[in-house]
């Protein structure tokens, strides 16, 4: 199970001027503290789990839609769902929000 999501930024804020690649709706500090966030999922059977501090370099490209040229990061405790979704049994459950590639460098 794989589920993503992700506030795009329209490409007009993707501008030099605007490192972050993002239009923000909320309060900037929120996404700043979000990319913080530590996560737990299941990848093959096994529980992987990223400290806040690591969240940022374990994004990875997102090959969904390759023409948008995105990556995804963990979003929180995906493990949770697991009971909620019915999905117990599943090798991996994973709850990503996708960013435009090179967000979290």
Do not use: H, M
Request: with cysteine.
């Amino acid at each position: 199970f794989s589920s993503v999501c992700g506030g795009l930024a329209s490409p007009d804020a993707l501008e030099a001027d605007n490192p972050l690649q993002y239009k923000f709706s909320w309060s900037p500090r929120g996404v700043i503290s979000a990319a913080q966030n530590a996560s737990r999922f299941l990848e093959n059977g096994a529980e992987v789990n990223i400290p806040g501090s690591g969240l940022l370099s374990s994004a990875r490209p997102f090959t969904g839609w390759p023409s948008l040229n995105l990556e995804v990061l963990p979003n929180r405790d995906s493990l949770i769902y697991e009971e909620l979704y019915g999905i117990g049994d599943a090798d991996d459950v994973f709850r990503g929000t996708l960013r435009y590639r090179d967000w979290a460098d």
